[in-house]
């Protein structure tokens, strides 16, 4: 009888303990409702909306005929029409479009004769976009009036695929995996940072010194940016070795691009480490940020695919905005400057990051 209360009393106790700790009770209702939503809402296996550029040589009606046709079938999504295939390509490589339709000037001609009617230009670092892309190769003509005086081709459309013409997937995954682990490592190391000096009773030691939050902030950053950097290097180094992944960029550019995400992802991890009490719930926030950031950053997913409402989470997680920096200069061989977008989001998330997370550690103090 008296074991049986002793159980009993323990388990009140252990109820009314995980009740006080807020954020670990919001942790176990929160995770599983969000990896409900990101797998039956906003995660779509089928590649739809691809972002696409049209050089219409033709400049008849039969091609702006044909280029509705292609839209009708959702998979591509016409984000611009250019003048020249040179401009086409720059914004291929600079990650504008992911592929471009180009209509020859001879157009109505090749589709009377039976001939291919023209070309698609793909980028290859995606596997599942180029994937798409070709499966409108063989997209059928019957909704065209278009005399045809031979028979209709055994394609409609020529496909070059860019940058990975093999579409062998350990070149899209090693780019991409090394964000993963970033995302991973850096957030888990500076999660509890701020929680490890809480409950090693060094809290009260740092208040006393004449550092300031916002230079404790920065000089908890820094040592782990070189291990972000041993990281990526081991990643890619074998990955180019063992996997031949092509690096066309230059080492400089994966240096800065690198350098970008894990100021940012460090960021990230000491915003957790200023909320959480203790390196319990540092961990379940590192988790509960990793789930999106695998599953929205379109290094499994197609990010094109999504509901606007999961596009707009991802683009507040930096590992989207490096997943599409890290494949575009080493297998396009972009810069930074090219996008610039991406660019500019990874710095200012880190500095504004530095300065809240400086305010809420002084806050902690006072």
């Known amino acids: 009888m008296k074991s049986r209360q002793r159980i009993f009393a323990m388990i009140i106790k252990e109820f009314r303990q995980l009740m006080r700790d807020r954020i670990t009770l919001s942790m176990t209702v929160m995770i599983p409702l969000f990896q409900l939503l990101l797998y039956g809402y906003a ?5 739809r909306h691809i972002p696409i550029g049209v050089v219409d040589q033709s400049q008849s009606a039969f091609g702006r005929l044909l280029v509705e046709s292609v839209k009708a079938t959702q998979i591509p999504k016409l984000k611009a029409a250019y003048p020249t295939v040179v401009q086409a390509q720059k914004a291929l490589k600079q990650g504008r ?8 000037k001879d157009l109505t001609q090749r589709a009377a004769q039976g001939r291919v009617l023209g070309q698609w230009l793909v980028d290859g670092s995606d596997t599942l976009v180029s994937g798409a892309i070709k499966s409108l190769q063989t997209m059928p003509l019957t909704d065209f009036d278009i005399p045809i005086r031979k028979a209709p081709p055994a394609k409609t459309f020529e496909v070059a695929i860019l940058y990975n ?8 995954i090693v780019p991409g995996i090394s964000g993963i682990i970033l995302t991973m490592t850096m957030i888990m190391f500076t999660s509890s940072a701020i929680v490890r000096e809480r409950e090693r009773g060094n809290l009260e030691l740092l208040i006393t010194t004449p550092i300031q939050p916002l230079e404790l902030m920065v000089a908890k950053i820094i040592p782990y940016i070189l291990i972000g950097l041993v990281q990526v290097s081991i990643i890619l180094g074998v990955g180019h070795l063992l996997f031949n992944v092509p690096i066309n960029g230059s080492i400089l550019q994966i240096l800065l691009v690198t350098l970008c995400f894990i100021s940012a992802s460090l960021t990230l991890g000491l915003l957790l480490s200023t909320i959480a009490k203790t390196q319990m719930q540092s961990m379940q926030m590192t988790v509960f940020i990793l789930l999106p950031s695998i599953l929205l950053s379109g290094f499994v997913f197609s990010y094109d695919a999504m509901p606007k409402a999961a596009q707009w989470i991802a683009e507040v997680l930096p590992a989207t905005h490096f997943m599409r920096m890290i494949r575009g200069v080493i297998l396009r061989g972009a810069n930074m400057l090219d996008m610039w977008p991406d660019t500019l ?4 998330f880190t500095v504004i990051g530095i300065c809240v997370a400086a305010k809420r550690f002084s806050k902690s103090l006072d």
Do not use: E, K
Not at 43 to 47: A, D, F, K, S
Not at 345 to 348: A, E, F, H, N, S
């Open 43 to 47: 995660i779509n296996t089928q590649v």
């Open 97 to 104: 479009v992911q592929a471009v339709l180009i209509l020859p």
């Open 165 to 172: 013409p093999s579409q062998r997937s350990a070149v899209s």
């Open 345 to 348: 989001w990874m710095l200012g």
